[in-house]
T-cell receptor
Framework: AQRVTQPEKLLSVFKGAPVELKCNYS??????LFWYVQYSRQRLQLLLR??SRESIKGFTADLNKGETSFHLKKPFAQEEDSAMYYC???????????????FGQGTILTVHP | EAQVTQNPRYLITVTGKKLTVTCSQN?????MSWYRQDPGLGLRQIYY???????DKGDVPEGYKVSRKEKRNFPLILESPSPNQTSLYFC???????????FGPGTRLTVT
């Protein structure tokens, strides 16, 4: 079974402070990991994907297979980063061929001015 | 404009009255999926489809049916809705499984 845990439901920081949104996963195979973001009144959209190793809007995430984590980080938070963030895992175990996608419970990030 | 559309956007219905929520994408994506979003539970996958006529269960398929007769459409069917299916539903598609998913705007369903 695949599982994704985001331990923080709510996270508040001040503008300019570093931010880290935690994501831990449980999976026995080779996972594809994603961070999706939902800004107010907008559709859920991809923020970044571990395999691309890009930095999007200043955010980065490193896959740590030893700790089974995929934490999202940004050195200097901005007010426009306030949103709901979801960590998600897609795997190929049991013949699912990455079809099954499991999301965490989500973290609401609020960046105060 | 490349997008995923869902209809209706809002629906209030009564227990037991069959309903269908449509989902359509114009990006020629092979993969499509349905999710429900509930407070404190995040998004949970209901069903997904790897391609036409290929569907499989997600984590919470009970009480739902899907079909994929055409590549662009992936309707979600509730044969006998119950109040515990009151939720916000999202459809999504991607080029193939494991790639970036594009989400629809959501359908808010209330079953009384």
């Amino acid at each position: 079974a695949q599982r994704v845990t985001q331990p923080e439901k709510l996270l508040s920081v001040f503008k300019g402070a570093p931010v880290e949104l935690k994501c831990n996963y449980s999976y026995s195979g080779s996972p594809e990991l994603f961070w999706y973001v939902q800004y107010s009144r907008q559709r859920l959209q991809l923020l970044l994907r571990h395999i691309s190793r890009e930095s999007i809007k200043g955010f980065t995430a490193d896959l740590n297979k030893g700790e089974t984590s995929f934490h999202l980080k940004k050195p200097f938070a901005q007010e426009e980063d306030s949103a709901m963030y979801y960590c998600a895992l897609s795997g190929n175990a049991g013949g699912t061929s990455y079809g099954k996608l499991t999301f965490g419970q989500g973290t609401i990030l609020t960046v105060h001015p | 404009e490349a997008q995923v559309t869902q209809n209706p956007r809002y629906l209030i219905t009564v227990t037991g009255k069959k309903l269908t929520v449509t989902c359509s994408q114009n990006m020629n994506h092979e993969y499509m999926s349905w999710y429900r979003q509930d407070p404190g539970l995040g998004l949970r996958q209901i069903y997904y489809s790897m391609n036409v006529e290929v569907t499989d269960k997600g984590d919470v398929p009970e009480g739902y049916k899907v079909s994929r007769k055409e590549k662009r459409n992936f309707p979600l069917i509730l044969e006998s809705p119950s109040p515990n299916q009151t939720s916000l539903y999202f459809c999504a598609s991607s080029l193939v499984a494991g790639y970036e998913q594009y989400f629809g705007p959501g359908t808010r369903l209330t079953v009384t």
